[in-house]
């Protein structure tokens, strides 16, 4: 297998995090979206990665997607998400509101560096939307005693909430505050902590 994207990003490293807990290798294309788009777009008309080319030539998109079928090859008792029930909806609830949260990220990033000036307005909104996904997050996690989301195993929320607050706090300084989340701050230096982790890391530096 062959994924295609840098680190930086939360969607490649989230997925790139489950391949090594999954223990599947695969052939690592470190390309942006910026300065590779050619190279990109042979595989993935969109541009976006994570973009998964399978053994067989097959190109999945989008991490989600691409999770998916890492879940259906390694079978439900191995898959880093419930099989079904409550758990599996709360975990995708989770999920979800960590990549919109990782999307309003972006967003804000690209505001930041494709705009002489910035829309004040914008940027307040796109801020209004982070603290909450982060209060809501914080709640949710607040309110569990367990090492990880869903009990002692690490899973696809833990990883995902991970991820993205990384590069919010890396992407825009300040915008995180450790003392506001305490729970969020705790459980993202729990997950930094692990060895998939530390081994699929890139520090986030803004495109030129």
Known sequence: ?????QYDSPFVRRVAIAL??????????????FGDADEVARYNPVIRVPTLVLDDGEVLIESAAILDHLDE????????????GRDRRLALKVIALATGLGDKVVSL???RILHAEMSQPWVDRLHGQIHGVLDAL???????ATPFWFGAAIGHADIAVACVLRITGEANPGLFDARRWPALAAHAARCEAQEPFRAVVQPFVPPS
Not at 1 to 5: D, R, S
Not at 138 to 144: D, I, K, S, T, V
């Open 138 to 144: 914080e709640a949710e996690r607040a309110g569990r």
């Open 20 to 33: 090594r807990l999954y223990g599947l290798s695969y052939e690592h294309r470190p390309w942006s979206v």
């Open 1 to 5: 297998m062959i994924l295609i994207g």
């Open 109 to 111: 990033i690209y505001e």
């Open 73 to 84: 090859t390694v079978g439900p008792a191995r898959a880093l998400i419930a099989e079904n």
